[in-house]
């Protein structure tokens, strides 16, 4: 059974400080990754998805790597602000499509 | 207007009650998945459902069942809601390419409270 584990559970920067957000997952035989936002009590919002065959995307100030064969996933956030306070997702695709969630990292930045 | 749609939004209801939530989507696509996350958790499978025929159970389907009206229709449902069953639903969308993994796309989720 795939196991999705994220750390750190929460962090706290001050603004401006570029951080990583790790992802790890037990099984290496993944199809897709992607990347989530979710504000408080908020639905998803897709960030990155990275596809089995590549091994980072990059959107605005976030990049996201993926190492399959070390079953590792980060994701990049250069230039933290305060707008970027939020939870962070990490999801695996499996086989027959199915996904597994982390239980994602709580990231605060501080003004 | 959204492509994946969730109703109701909140719900609050009493433990005993059976609750139906509704998932619709305009995606064309032929699947569909109802997950629920708790609090400082990911989500988790509760059922999919790969085409109008075909549902499967998921991690944890106890105390929930499923009915897909329609391609586009995908409802949950809670027999008898329990306190334990208070969380965030939410259900999601994917189209099947052979031999591809296809992203799953998100409704907005419904908060649902069993007191």
């Known amino acids: 059974k795939q196991e999705v584990t994220q750390i750190p559970a929460a962090l706290s920067v001050p603004e401006g400080e570029n951080l990583v957000l790790n992802c790890s997952f037990t099984d290496s035989a993944i199809y897709n990754l992607q990347w989530f936002r979710q504000d408080p009590g908020k639905g998803l919002t897709s960030l990155l998805l990275?596809?089995?065959?590549?091994r980072e995307q990059t959107s605005g100030r976030l990049n996201a790597s993926l190492d399959k064969s070390s079953g590792r996933s980060t994701l990049y956030i250069a230039a933290s602000q305060p707008g970027d306070s939020a939870t962070y997702l990490c999801?695996?695709?499996?086989?027959?499509?199915?996904?597994?969630f982390g239980g994602g990292t709580r990231l605060m930045v501080k003004p | 207007d959204a492509d994946v749609t969730q109703t109701p939004r909140n719900r609050i209801t009493k433990t005993g009650k059976r609750i139906m939530l509704e998932c619709s989507q305009t995606?064309?696509?032929?699947?569909m998945y109802w997950y629920r996350q708790d609090p400082g958790l990911g989500l988790r499978l509760i059922y999919y459902?790969?085409?109008?025929?075909?549902?499967n159970k998921g991690e944890i389907s106890d105390g929930y069942s499923v009915s897909r009206q329609a391609q586009a229709k995908f409802s949950l449902s809670l027999e008898s809601a329990i306190p334990n069953q208070t969380a965030l639903y939410f259900c999601?969308?994917?189209?099947?390419?052979?031999?591809?993994?296809?992203?799953?796309?998100f409704g907005p989720g419904t908060r649902l409270t069993v007191l």
């Open positions: 999601a969308t994917s189209d099947v390419i052979a031999g591809n993994m296809n992203e799953q796309f």
């Open positions: 459902s790969f085409d109008v025929k075909d549902i």
């Open positions: 999801a695996v695709y499996n086989a027959g499509n199915m996904l597994t």
């Open positions: 995606k064309g696509h032929d699947r």
């Open positions: 990275i596809q089995s065959s590549q």
